[in-house]
């Protein structure tokens, strides 16, 4: 119930695939100047540490990490890759940038498939399912594990369902989506169940940001407040369903704070993959947690950036935020941070906040502790910049 991500489509998939701080990677935002962007080849993705221990890789859906030679799906670890280089919404732009589909092979320079338009958008997440499953087959006929990634491109703008879940639901183009995202979902279940490998298969479900503000395609993020984009829980906080059978307990709910990064780290534990020592990892492995061997995930908080600036930091039941931010009006730095006590005040409500600073100002403190060795690491292991080209050879580490 505490599952968190980055505040962007592009940090949040950097962060889900190498256990990093996309402040870490340079993939905090995506440079619209023409620069490569997403992620350097020196960084070490889950497929690579997979296809190291003798995994298929496959990689179906919405990528979003680089859409240039050398930055493919199929450039950093995986061994196939079908669908987007980047989001959904080129569809639109159809007369400006056409978007386009994609797949290719690893040693293969990936290759378009067909134009992006908005009937291929709806259709693409029936074809990502059908794509995962096939790879599926093929590895378990092969008698090999795999690592299927299928980050389906809904509920995304435009959300528009496919023309099968059309008026399937009477509730309009959004409640189809969901229904249709619930099908491609149980599509893949029962490919496992069906292959019979259930029992040896980590099932994970989770999203990449929270709803956005774009009429009519407006999502809805329950009892927070904020779209994506933003600081507040409405963008970072998402769901997670992990299933594991005779190893993760059936029915175990848990408000414990778990980030994205937790991912990467998590799933090379659960394979016997080591992760990389040469440079800092911000993932813990929540093996021990999820399988019920322990209640508490082991991470108390974790830094919120929003391109190059900390907007905010989440630490226990307590939030920090050091930007205004309103959808409506450009964000403001603070003077004086704000605090609020989620328990308390999950809307994050600005007159809520300077109230809960006033009589909290011990959180500021304590939050500052706990950024301290984050804070350290940046400067011990400088960041990559922004559009850095591949190839990248980091800094020795600073004294």
């Known amino acids: 119930m505490n599952f968190n991500v980055e505040p962007a489509c592009t940090p949040s998939r950097s962060a889900l695939l190498t256990g990093r701080h996309p402040i870490r990677s340079g993939t905090y935002n995506v440079p619209r100047d023409g620069r490569p962007y997403g992620l350097v080849q020196w960084e070490v993705t889950t497929a690579e540490l997979l296809a190291g221990r003798g995994y298929a890789t496959g990689a179906f859906g919405k990528w979003h990490l680089g859409d240039s030679p050398g930055r493919y799906p199929t450039d950093q670890g995986f061994d196939e890759w079908y669908g987007l280089p980047n989001s959904a919404d080129e569809c639109l732009w159809v007369d400006a940038k056409p978007g386009r589909v994609m797949e290719g092979r690893r040693g293969q320079e990936p290759r378009p498939v067909r134009k992006l338009d908005l009937d291929a958008r709806r259709e693409i997440d029936l074809e990502l399912t059908a794509r995962a499953i096939d790879f599926m087959k093929r590895a378990v006929t092969a008698g090999k594990p795999f690592f299927a990634y299928v980050p389906l491109t809904?509920?995304?703008?435009p959300t528009v369902p496919a023309n099968r879940f059309t008026g399937k639901t009477g509730n309009g183009d959004w409640a189809d989506v969901l229904a249709q995202t619930d099908w491609c979902v149980g599509q893949l279940l029962d490919a496992v169940d069906e292959l019979?490998?259930?029992?040896?298969?980590?099932?994970?479900?989770?999203?990449?940001n929270g709803p956005e503000d774009v009429s009519p395609w407006r999502g809805w993020a329950g009892?927070?407040?904020?779209?994506?984009?933003?600081?507040?829980?409405?963008?970072?906080?998402?769901?997670?369903?992990?299933?594991?059978?005779?190893?993760i307990p059936a029915g175990r709910v848990s408000n414990e704070v778990v980030h994205a990064v937790d991912v990467f780290t998590t799933l090379a534990g659960a394979a016997g993959a080591e992760v990389p020592v040469d440079r800092p990892i911000d993932g813990l492995d929540l093996t021990p947690f999820l399988l019920g061997r322990q209640d508490r995930s082991g991470r108390d908080g974790f830094p919120i950036y929003r391109g190059e600036d900390l907007y905010a930091v989440k630490w226990r039941n307590w939030k920090v935020h050091y930007w205004k931010e309103r959808?409506?009006?450009?964000?403001?730095?603070?003077?004086?941070?704000?605090t609020?006590?989620?328990?308390?005040?999950?809307?994050?409500?600005?007159?809520?906040?300077?109230?809960?600073?006033?009589?909290?100002?011990?959180?500021?403190?304590?939050v500052q502790r706990h950024l301290a060795p984050f804070r350290e690491s940046l400067r011990k292991f400088p960041p990559i910049p922004m559009g850095t080209p591949d190839p990248y050879v980091p800094p020795e580490p600073t004294k």
């Open 340 to 366: 609020f006590n989620l328990h308390v005040s999950p809307q994050e409500r600005a007159d809520e906040g300077l109230n809960t600073t006033m009589q909290n100002r011990w959180v500021l403190a304590a």
């Open 223 to 247: 009892p927070w407040s904020g779209s994506y984009v933003t600081a507040m829980e409405g963008s970072i906080r998402v769901p997670f369903i992990a299933r594991w059978p005779g190893k």
């Open 196 to 208: 019979k490998v259930v029992d040896d298969t980590v099932f994970i479900f989770a999203s990449d």
């Open 154 to 157: 809904q509920p995304h703008y």
């Open 327 to 338: 959808m409506d009006s450009v964000p403001e730095r603070l003077d004086i941070p704000r």
